[in-house]
């Protein structure tokens, strides 16, 4: 019974040294091995054998991990107070020195971060801190970079959640955006009645080129045609005068035909239309020349006349009067 009881007290310690010899190491994990409370080596993930209570294993998460800055007030170079808190990402890259190097690495970064931060917006002005968090988030991250690398971590990014400044400091910019926009509207306002004005005017000068084009285009056109018409008009005066004159020479005309048309336009003139009559200077040719039509018409009627009862020729009809010449002054 005895050797029962010491059989199972045996198997029961080489059960619990057996457990304690066998580590698991997960794959986002790394092993540092003491012995005996000294640094041995540095383990990858996986199973791993260790001898019981002379070795022990700790494990360092590599995966990475977020640190919230707590809110802090900062004065910026204008003396502005403004409260600014951040976030950290960072990931450890040296399981030995984030075992060895530091004790408490989360309060160590924090402090190490409100620190710089208040280093970095210190030098700036309230309005480069609004408009510039990615420039602190890069040079906060470089600095804090460069601080833990010791320690077997590096920072990975970090990102400003807040900067907030005093109420009334927030009311007068509020109040200064409110000017800036009212600005900016009226100067955009004034901007476009300035470029419609302008387009209105280029418009009416773009229309009163066109329009002066136009009426030049058209004159000079009716003046074109007006000049072929007379042109054309003059082309056929030619033609007839020449076909006319050409005629008159080829049938032999007489100065008795000549003084019958003369006789004919001198009809068409004192058609009745006109009060007075100016006829050229040189009257003796055609005084002789109206003579001459009237013996010639002289005789002719006597021959045509019937004879009286002494042997004489009828007296003639009385000839129309005359039209009123009225002589060139």
Not at 68 to 92: F, G, K, L, R
Not at 298 to 321: H, I, L, S, V
């Amino acid at each position: 019974m005895t050797g029962a009881i010491v059989l199972g007290v045996v198997a029961f310690m080489l059960f619990l040294v057996a457990l304690r010899s066998v580590r698991i190491v997960r794959p986002y994990q790394r092993g540092v091995v003491e012995r005996l409370g000294r640094f041995k080596q540095a383990v990858d993930p996986g199973l791993r054998i260790i001898v019981p209570f002379v070795d022990r294993i700790l494990l360092v998460d590599m995966r990475e991990q977020v640190t919230d800055v707590p809110p802090q007030e900062v004065i910026t170079s204008d003396n502005v107070v403004v409260s600014v808190d951040a976030v950290i990402y960072y990931e450890a890259t040296d399981p030995q020195r984030l075992v060895y190097n530091i004790a408490n690495f989360q309060l160590a970064i924090t402090k190490l971060a409100q620190t710089n931060l208040r280093n970095v917006i210190g030098d700036m002005e309230l309005d480069a801190a609004l408009t510039s968090r990615e420039t602190i988030n890069t040079r906060l991250r470089e600095i804090l970079d460069d601080a833990t690398d010791k320690w077997g971590t590096r920072v990975v990014r970090v990102e400003i959640q807040r900067i907030d400044p005093p109420p009334d400091v927030v009311q007068s910019m509020h109040h200064q955006m409110k000017a800036e926009r009212d600005r900016r509207a009226v100067v955009t306002e004034a901007l476009g009645v300035r470029e419609a004005a302008v387009t209105r005017a280029e418009g009416e000068k773009t229309a009163a080129i066109l329009e002066a084009e136009g009426r030049g285009q058209a004159i000079e056109r009716i003046a074109t045609a007006e000049k072929i018409r007379q042109a054309t008009v003059a082309e056929g005066e030619a033609s007839a005068i020449r076909q006319v004159f050409e005629a008159i020479h080829e049938g032999g005309a007489t100065n008795d035909v000549l003084a019958l048309k003369y006789m004919e336009a001198l009809r068409a003139i004192a058609d009745g239309k006109a009060t007075k009559i100016f006829l050229p200077t040189e009257m003796s040719g055609l005084f002789g020349a109206i003579g001459g039509l009237a013996e010639l018409l002289r005789q002719d009627e006597n021959k045509e006349r019937p004879m009286t009862a002494t042997g004489r020729p009828a007296a003639p009809a009385p000839a129309p009067a005359p039209p009123q010449v009225e002589p060139p002054a």
